[in-house]
């Protein structure tokens, strides 16, 4: 698009098996300050599971990580507010220099993953909910609604979470136990529509910077996407900054992420509504499961 994309050389992205064997730090340390995310994302897991399982002993290590996260969300939205003066800039040159082809390219990009999203909530979604929790899609979708358009006007899982629980308890027929549980979880963790966006950029960008993406590449993407949507926090435009980790695995340039920052609030929205409906979603099936599931609020299949 730039002139800078013209020269652009891709460098080798690197062979799945060293993808794979190389999430395993030898060094956190190093990891932290090369920028191995996934290496990063790795120890920051395995540091997770040991604080939750020496509960009482590790108290004071949570409670520095907890407030260590609240900084970094503070940081992410004072970055947030700065955004759109660098994205107005970067999509006006482009623009200048392209034309209306850019536009054209931003929007098919856009059609991509509103389409991919659609497909995970209705078919996806929808028919694990039929097949696995035993509940009618339409009503699951129509108790879901509020939750929905709370999450489309925040783009945030996490401010979402009260409308969340409400809908999931008294709409779904989750009951408290579960809902207490996967809901908060799935909030931090559980981000497939984030996933999808990570993944169709990477590609988006790919083509844009002429980088050829094989099988193993386009491996990578899935499994690099998937990892980067865990460690995603659910704050508004947080899932683009970790966009960066999935262009990193395959060799993109970073400087990519500016072109389609501009059209991101309006995926951040459709995202997140996808992204919390996952974990209903999940949660309907858990409450079938374990038998828990309160029937008279929602509609049983049979
Ligand atoms: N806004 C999303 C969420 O809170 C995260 C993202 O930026 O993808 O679920």
């Known amino acids: 698009m730039t002139q800078d994309m013209e020269g652009y050389e891709p460098n080798e992205a690197p062979p799945i098996m060293e993808t794979l064997v190389n999430i395993i730090p030898n060094n956190p340390v190093e990891s ?34 907890e407030q260590a996260n609240e900084v970094m969300i503070w940081l992410v939205k004072l970055v ?12 006006a040159s482009a623009i200048g220099e392209l034309g209306w082809g850019a536009l054209q390219s931003m929007f098919m990009y856009m059609l991509a993953i509103i389409l991919a999203l659609g497909i995970q909530m209705m078919l996806i979604y929808g028919g694990l909910v039929s097949v696995w929790g035993r509940m ?21 899982s996490s401010a979402t979470l009260p409308v969340t629980m409400r809908s999931a308890e008294e709409n779904l027929g989750v009951p408290k136990s579960i809902s207490s549980f996967t809901l908060p979880l799935g909030a931090t963790i559980n981000m497939d529509g984030t996933a ?58 970073l400087d990519g992420i500016a072109l389609i920052l501009a059209v991101d609030r309006i995926l951040d929205m459709s995202r997140t509504a996808v992204n919390i409906t ?25």
């Open 196 to 253: 999808i966006m990570q993944a169709v950029a990477t590609i988006f960008l790919a083509q844009v910077y002429a980088v050829d993406l094989g099988v193993t590449e386009l491996l990578t993407i899935i499994l690099t996407a998937t990892l980067a949507s865990l460690g995603t926090a659910s704050v508004p435009g947080a899932g683009i900054i970790m966009l960066a980790m999935v262009l990193q695995s395959v060799g993109i340039p």
């Open 136 to 156: 009618n899609p339409i009503a699951f979708f129509k108790g879901f609604m509020p939750a929905m358009a709370v999450a489309f006007s925040t783009s945030s």
């Open 32 to 65: 932290l300050a090369t920028g191995e995310m996934l290496q990063i994302i790795v120890f920051a897991l395995l540091i997770g599971f040991g604080i939750a399982m020496l509960g009482e002993k590790t108290k004071g290590l949570l409670s520095l990580v």
């Open 278 to 302: 996952g974990d209903a979603a999940a949660s309907v099936i858990v409450a079938r499961m374990e038998k828990k599931r309160d029937y008279k609020n929602a509609d049983e299949l049979s």
């Open 80 to 91: 947030m507010k700065l955004a759109p003066f660098g994205a107005f800039a970067l999509i």
